[in-house]
T-cell receptor, first 112, second 115 residues
Framework: EDQVTQSPEALRLQEGESSSLNCSYT??????LFWYRQDPGKGPEFLFT???AGEEKEKERLKATLTKKESFLHITAPKPEDSATYLC?????????????FGKGTKLSVIP | NAGVTQTPKFQVLKTGQSMTLQCAQD?????MYWYRQDPGMGLRLIYY???????DKGEVPNGYNVSRLNKREFSLRLESAAPSQTSVYFC??????????????FGPGTRLTVL
């Protein structure tokens, strides 16, 4: 059973059409939730870290929010350059607590 | 400030050959990591080093060894490559403590094909 689930797997948006990506997690003892952007052929690029429910972070057209069991990445008026795969990762307390558990990502395509 | 660098960028091996993937970071981070990324599987942790002088197994360590050479460098070795090790390998590093605690910063990756 996946501990971190991202949905949808793929999303196509028209330029300017706002939407949200979801990341849900099933274990307790959250010690951080991380959002990354990954372009084809590149390494993941750090976007946000959220540590507690109710926390929000913003960067340009992106806004990340966190509840007790999920996080949303809201994209407002996206542009074609926002096309990428967005990865969510979670750090849990306990054994192996340095580890991040990654979701499989949401591939976002923004059409001009 | 180059961040995390990895060499080589691409590599093709034959089954049974060995090789070492190199990683270096110039951000004075204590912790370093090796991941592999396969289609449909997401990023999976192979090994990590919480600090200089320590290494620990991650989720998928079989077939790999690591060396934390100093604070900057963390290498991954495949002693006898297998086709199942065809993947994209990413190195990452993270600070301990402070505002950016545990945030991992990734290198550009090494694309490895084992024939």
């Amino acid at each position: 059973e996946d501990q971190v689930t991202q949905s949808p797997e793929a999303l196509r948006l028209q330029e300017g059409e706002s939407s949200s990506l979801n990341c849900s997690y099933t274990v307790s003892g959250l010690r951080g939730l991380f959002w990354y952007r990954q372009d084809p052929g590149k390494g993941p690029e750090f976007l946000f870290t959220l540590y507690s429910a109710g926390e929000e972070k913003e960067k340009e057209r992106l806004k990340a929010t966190l509840t007790k069991k999920e996080s949303f990445l809201h994209i407002t008026a996206p542009k074609p350059e926002d096309s990428a795969t967005y990865l969510c990762a979670v750090r849990f307390s306990g054994a192996g607590s340095y580890q991040l558990t990654f979701g499989k990502g949401t591939k976002l395509s923004v059409i001009p | 400030n180059a961040g995390v660098t990895q060499t080589p960028k691409f590599q093709v091996l034959k089954t049974g050959q060995s090789m070492t993937l190199q990683c270096a970071q110039d951000m004075n981070h204590n912790s370093m990591y090796w991941y592999r990324q396969d289609p449909g599987m997401g990023l999976r942790l192979i090994y990590y080093s919480a600090s200089e002088g320590t290494t620990d197994k991650g989720e998928v360590p079989n077939g790999y060894n690591v060396s934390r050479l100093n604070k900057r460098e963390f290498s991954l070795r495949l002693e006898s490559a297998a086709p199942s090790q065809t993947s994209v390998y990413f190195c990452a590093s993270s600070p301990q403590g402070g505002e950016g605690r545990n945030t991992q910063y990734f290198g550009p990756g090494t694309r490895l094909t084992v024939l």
